[in-house]
């Protein structure tokens, strides 16, 4: 009797694809299927399909047949009701003890659902976050699997074996934890990106309109602070974006419209924040700015009507860079903090037990977050796993005292100048907000006592203890 595939994959675009000649490549019989026959049929006739371990089909039936028990289906599919729809299609031909891995980028609820839902079936389902793009798939991405435990035995071996390797040979793949853990986790990389991406943009938007450097030299800027701290593939990759040249050796970046997209998973980890009460002031701004980028046609209409002070850069062009430098590295101190800081409370509400130092190392290779600073996260969970805030890590606070000074009179001058940075100062306000021990937040509970009698608590009294005033008659305040 002839053997099966090992895994099957549906859905064919770019990171399907990618993933089965990865798969291919490590020694695994793939099955594929997709539901433009077309599709099919061109990646079959590739040259580099052509006479390997890979098998396509046209019909679900056949394509499950094909598969070694227990079937391993990978979809790698649009999120949200595709995945249902395939999922109910694919149900008819399994059996029990079959797995169902989502791969796309799913809301972790729905991961949550479809988790109990085939579980009463008994069909273990995943939902498995992986980052890294196209190259990502290809070569090697950061996988973070999730959902039902009993099915991990079965997909380990193939998953280990594609994901990336850090420097060390670890793989950048580990079992996060049950139900929507793993798309959860991965929503969170996501909106580290989104701040990642929206600080860099906003360095590049201060060296090319204040310091008026050119993007040749920008580039070279952020490719000299790749080889330091700083290392990381957006920040190489944004070196070579700048240094790109079109046909006419033309700067491609300044032909692209300042409008950025996003598909809506930076939106979910800041819903998710305020649905937790973290305070995750830096990302929720990235996605923000996205949506500001949006209203291009209002942007210019507004430049017309109110003119700005245009503030000559003076002083060194050599410190100032060094100023940058550290206003990037603490903010994204800052981002990475907000978000580990979103993992632990998740970790706690919803029961997962989730290891931060090993989602830090998933994060070491492969995926678009990838950097050498992920490895000193590992070392603060190490030191101290009930940590508060990477803020509260000798190392990091190391960082953050020296970067301090350059960070805000980066922002200062930001300001000045009227160039927005809304993370940079988003970053430097948690930062002054989390070490201020005696805040403005008293007024608040004030006022809201006054006009709500809300009650408030004492500094000289335990806490757990509330009082009300009567504010507006003889300001008697007495225990609640």
Known sequence: MTKGSDIGLIGLAVMGKNLVLNMRDHGFSVS?????????????EDPEVLGSSIQGFYSLQEFVSSLERPR???????????????????????EEGDIIIDGGNSYFLDSERRFKELKSKQIFFVGAGISGGEEGARNGPSIMPGGDFRAWEFIKPIFLSIAAKSQDGKPCCSWIGSGGAGHYVKMVHNGIEYGDMQLISELYGLMRDYVR??????????????????ESYLVRITSEV?????????????????????????????????????PLSLITGAVFSRYLSGMKEERILA???????????????KEFLQDCFHALYASKIISYSQGFSLLKKASTK????????????????????????????????????????????????SALKQADSGWRRVVAAAVLS??????????????????????????????????????????????????????SGDLETNLV
């Open 32 to 44: 594929v299927y997709n539901r433009s026959q077309e599709k099919t049929r061109e990646f079959l």
């Open 72 to 94: 391993k289906i990978l979809l790698m599919i649009k999120s949200g009701d595709p995945v249902d729809h395939t999922i109910n299609a694919l149900l008819p031909f399994l």
């Open 213 to 230: 450097m050119s993007s040749d030299e920008i580039a070279l800027v952020f490719d000299d602070w790749n080889n330091c701290e700083l």
């Open 242 to 278: 700048l240094a790109a040249k079109d046909k006419n050796n033309r700067s491609i970046i300044d032909s692209i419209l300042d409008v950025a997209g996003q598909k809506g998973t930076g939106k979910w980890t800041a819903i998710e924040a305020l649905q937790a009460d973290v």
């Open 303 to 317: 430049k017309e009507a109110f003119s700005k002070s245009d503030l000559e850069f003076s002083g060194s062009k």
């Open 350 to 397: 919803f029961d997962w037990d989730l290891d931060l130092g090993e989602i830090s190392l998933i994060w070491r290779g492969g995926c678009i977050i990838q950097s050498v600073f992920l490895q000193d996260i590992k070392n603060a969970f190490v030191s101290s796993p009930d940590l508060p805030s990477l803020i509260m890590d000798p190392f990091f606070q």
């Open 418 to 471: 009227g160039i927005p940075v809304p993370c940079l100062s988003e970053a430097i306000s948690y930062f002054d907000g989390y070490t201020t021990s005696n805040s403005s937040a008293n007024l608040i509970q004030g006022l809201r006592d006054y006009f709500g009698a809300h009650s408030y608590e004492r500094v000289d009294r335990p806490r757990g203890e509330f009082y009300h005033t009567d504010w």
